[in-house]
């Protein structure tokens, strides 16, 4: 598995790990319109999302030897959270999650808080997910929503260099 920066091409492949987890968000709202859409003001429509990681170089693919998508990870460097995460159904979740995890916190200021939503779903997938950022330090902190759907929010505290 590589670890690379998501580019304009990988679109479709980050489209569609996208959609393997519609399932999940539909358990909590109608409809993916605004969860897709944007809310016009403080939330981007997904695929204006996508693009402006692309051009920050802010998006990192988990790549399977044959090319595959098998996970996204997104950060803001500007204020230090991983802005999304997602690892395909048809991979290891602990393996390659811990991996792009990782890789996305070696991006941000361990100094400094890190947070990252995680959509309120109780399936045991997102629950995996859950638990991945608890093996990594992360400790749940409110709930709260994101483009129109409940969403938990986990921080992990500044590391401290002894």
Known sequence: M????????????WMELSAEHDQYVLELVPD????????GESSPAYDDYMQFKISKNEAYMAVSPNGYCLGVAAVS???NRITFFAVSH????????????????EELDGSKTVLINEI????????????????L???YL???FENGVPVNTFERAPVSEA
């Not at 979740?93 to 890789?103: A, K, M, Q």
């Open 90 to 105: 048809k991979a290891d979740l602990n393996l390659v999650g811990g991996t792009i995890l990782t890789h996305a916190l």
């Open 137 to 139: 330090g992360f400790t």
């Open 2 to 13: 590589q670890i690379r920066l998501v580019t304009a091409s990988d679109i479709l492949a």
């Open 142 to 144: 409110r709930d709260d």
């Open 120 to 135: 309120a779903s109780t399936a045991p997938w997102i629950n995996g997910y859950k638990e991945l950022f608890y093996s």
């Open 77 to 79: 460097r500007t204020n």
């Open 32 to 39: 993916l319109t605004e969860w897709y859409e944007g809310d």
